[in-house]
């Protein structure tokens, strides 16, 4: 079972922008679809974007299009996600996952642990 | 594609049974797939293509259904158990969610 771990949690001011990792057990983004996801405070899960092996392809959710980033270090086996412009709405927990070897699998079948975001003023 | 889920909430017991119902706005044939979360963790994937256990997922959950209507069903249920049910669509890189059906003890 792979081990996605994330970065710590973070607080921001509306505004600014938040840059949090995602680090593989094993070499993993070399063959697999990476996705964000969030989680609002006590809400459901909304889909953010994903990254291609290699991250040579990004696409996003329509929401988010102009203002995320999501890139991949392949020497550290770690992916990013950049989101810029919070506001207090962008208050969330952030998790990465796991999807499938091709872009047909459309699931996502290991998750990374979290990472709060609060944006504040 | 939207993706309703009924109940929002219920109410069970250890031992029992229950099934949780997620209704796809268009035909989505086979392509519905269940997480479970539990309160403070990631979610977890149970289910995928409609019917497919992933592997290490206990034997007494069970999904069912294609076109618009789908269920998750859970026998026996174990307190580890309760939590929040998700089920999830993708199609032409569109990802959905439904709102979750929050399973607690009665």
């Known amino acids: 079972q792979v081990q996605l771990v994330q970065s710590g949690a973070e607080v921001k001011n509306p505004g600014a922008s938040v840059r949090i990792s995602c680090r593989s057990s094993?070499?993993?983004?070399?063959?697999?679809?990476m996705h964000w996801i969030r989680q609002a405070p006590g809400q459901g899960l909304e889909y953010m974007g994903m990254t291609a092996p290699t991250g040579r392809q990004t696409t996003s959710a329509q929401r988010f299009r102009d203002r995320i980033s999501m890139t991949i270090n392949m020497t550290t086996t770690t992916l990013f996600l950049e989101l810029r412009s919070l506001t207090f709405d962008d208050t969330a927990m952030y998790f990465c996952?796991?999807?499938?070897?091709?872009?047909?699998?459309?699931?996502?079948?290991?998750w990374g642990q979290g990472t709060l975001v609060i944006v504040t003023s | 594609i939207q993706l309703i889920q009924s109940p929002s909430s219920v109410s069970a017991s250890v031992g029992d049974s229950l099934t949780i119902t997620c209704r796809a706005s268009q035909d989505i044939a086979g392509w519905l797939v269940w997480y479970q979360q539990r309160p403070g963790r990631a979610p977890r994937l149970l289910i995928y293509?409609?019917?497919t256990l992933q592997t290490g997922v206990p034997a007494r959950f069970s999904g069912r259904g294609s076109g618009t209507l789908f269920t998750l069903t859970i026998n026996t249920l174990q307190p580890e158990d309760f939590a929040t049910y998700y089920c999830q669509h993708a199609s032409s890189f569109r990802f959905t969610f439904g709102p979750g059906t929050k399973v607690d003890i009665k």
């Open positions: 293509a409609a019917s």
């Open positions: 996952a796991r999807g499938g070897e091709t872009a047909t699998v459309n699931w996502f079948d290991s």
């Open positions: 094993g070499n993993i983004f070399s063959r697999y679809y």
